[in-house]
């Protein structure tokens, strides 16, 4: 039986691909953005959330804290850091939610039994499941034995991917793969490495191998103001998409500071800058740029 770690799933979710869909989200991330929205995300490990304003002091955490400490090492990013053995006891005794534990294995007879709930609705609107995460492929065996199981049961499967897993493990998803929703998020080398920690060529040989298998591929492109909202870095994307064969559309999604709330709620995380969102306004003008282009494109 194939298990893997999964920290949400999400029904009716309308931006994950076409239709209406339920969104798998698999823990693990090679990469580490600046602006993550789901830093909860990036390790593959089971981990927590800690919300000091909703303690009620009942000290339930305490009696089960292998190092009798837990508020105090809650309390503190660096004493978690270093004492916490991340055994996620006070967050199965916590009754306020103010320890709410982050990731769970489940396998793929679980999450598919979640999945099924909703096949009435895919039928109706063309819909199905995503894995989105974190990165899916970041557990390779999990992913592909979720994507497979769900094409043998005739539901459509799309990837939500940032592109920087090995080739033959997107080779391996593709045969049961209906789309994959592929993220730019920057097409200035430099600019990416700065503020993925990651390789943008291995991200575009990637997304160009795929391409010449006749992945079906709609590309997401997240806009942030004075970051990769420039001229030049819209230019890059239209040259790319110029050289893909099988992209559907370009997707433009403005950045969301979600992720600021929820870093500072993390021990293993230290914190997101404060970024600006792209007025709706400034985002209708890259679609129309696009658009100008050739290139189908809509904003979410
Ligand atoms: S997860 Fe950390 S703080 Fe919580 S009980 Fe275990 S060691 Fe203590
Ligand atoms: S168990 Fe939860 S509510 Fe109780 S003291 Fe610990 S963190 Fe606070």
């Known amino acids: 039986m194939v298990c893997g770690q999964v920290f949400d799933i999400q029904r009716f979710c309308v931006h994950d691909g076409p239709g209406i869909r339920t969104t798998v989200f698999l823990k693990g991330c090679p990469l580490r953005c600046t602006w993550c929205h789901n830093p909860e995300s990036q390790r593959i490990k089971s981990e927590m959330f800690f919300s000091p304003e909703v303690c009620i002091d009942c000290r339930a955490c305490e009696k089960v804290c292998p190092q009798s400490s837990a508020r105090r090492i809650l309390n503190d990013r660096n004493l978690r850091r270093k004492h916490c053995e991340d055994c996620l006891r006070c967050a199965g005794a916590c009754p306020s939610g103010a320890i709410?534990?982050?990731g769970i294995e489940l396998s793929v007879e679980e999450v598919l039994a979640e999945v099924d709930k909703d096949q009435i609705f895919f039928n109706e609107s063309g819909g199905g499941m995503t894995l989105s995460g974190g990165e899916p492929l970041a557990q390779p065996a999990f992913c592909t034995a979720l994507v497979k199981e769900a094409y043998r049961?005739?539901?459509?499967?799309c990837i939500q991917t940032c592109g920087d897993a090995k080739l033959d493990d997107y080779l391996n998803v593709l045969p049961y793969t209906h789309m994959i929703l592929w993220d730019i998020k920057d097409t200035d080398p430099q600019r990416f490495t700065d503020h993925t920690g990651a390789d943008l060529?291995?991200?575009?040989?990637?997304?160009?191998a795929l391409d010449a298998e006749g992945a079906r591929i709609v590309l997401r492109l997240l806009l942030i103001k004075d970051v990769n909202l420039t001229e030049s870095h819209i230019e890059n994307l239209i040259n790319l998409y110029k050289r893909l064969e099988n992209v559907l559309h370009v997707e433009i999604i403005p950045y969301h500071p979600l992720g600021q709330a929820k870093s500072h709620r993390l021990a293993?995380?230290?914190?997101?800058?404060a970024?600006?969102?792209?007025?709706?306004?400034?985002?209708?003008?890259?679609?129309?740029?696009?658009?100008?282009?050739?290139?189908p494109c809509v904003v979410l």
């Open 268 to 273: 293993h995380h230290d914190g997101t800058p």
């Open 201 to 208: 060529k291995r991200m575009l040989n990637n997304l160009r």
């Open 153 to 157: 049961r005739g539901i459509h499967t």
């Open 100 to 102: 709410e534990r982050i």
């Open 275 to 295: 970024y600006q969102a792209p007025s709706r306004s400034m985002l209708q003008q890259v679609a129309s740029t696009l658009e100008a282009r050739g290139i």
